[in-house]
Nanobody, 111 residues
Framework: QVQLVESGGGLVQPGGSLTLSCAGS????????MTWYRQAPGKQRELVVT???????LYSEAVKGRFAATRDYAKNTLYLQMNNLKPEDTAIYSC?????WGQGTQVTVSS
């Protein structure tokens, strides 16, 4: 049974930074892509970034140039460095691997 646990969310001012973590356990996740999603209140869930098996990072246009995903295969962990945060980045951020999902972590960008 795979478990994914996100952490690192919080309240930050516009222009600030946060780093999210998605720690996986229960299986070797290196054979899977790992993906960050987010869902803002009243909006559909949207893909933020996919970290592929080959090490490519595929970002949404909304975050390209501001967010950076890295992956520690030994720790089964995906990170998301978020810089120059904007109020529209406010959402619950969740990670997904294959059919498994974490519970999400809240990011709020507000002055």
């Amino acid at each position: 049974q795979v478990q994914l646990v996100e952490s690192g969310g919080g309240l930050v001012q516009p222009g600030g930074s946060l780093t999210l973590s998605c720690a996986g356990s229960g299986s070797d996740l290196s054979i899977y892509p790992m993906t960050w999603y987010r869902q803002a209140p009243g909006k559909q869930r949207e893909l933020v970034v996919t970290y592929t098996r080959s090490g490519q990072t595929l970002y949404s246009e909304a975050v390209k140039g501001r967010f950076a995903a890295t992956r520690d295969y030994a720790k089964n962990t995906l990170y998301l460095q978020m810089n120059n945060l904007k109020p529209e980045d406010t959402a619950i951020y969740s990670c997904s691997v294959d059919q498994w999902w974490g519970q999400g972590t809240q990011v709020t960008v507000s002055s």
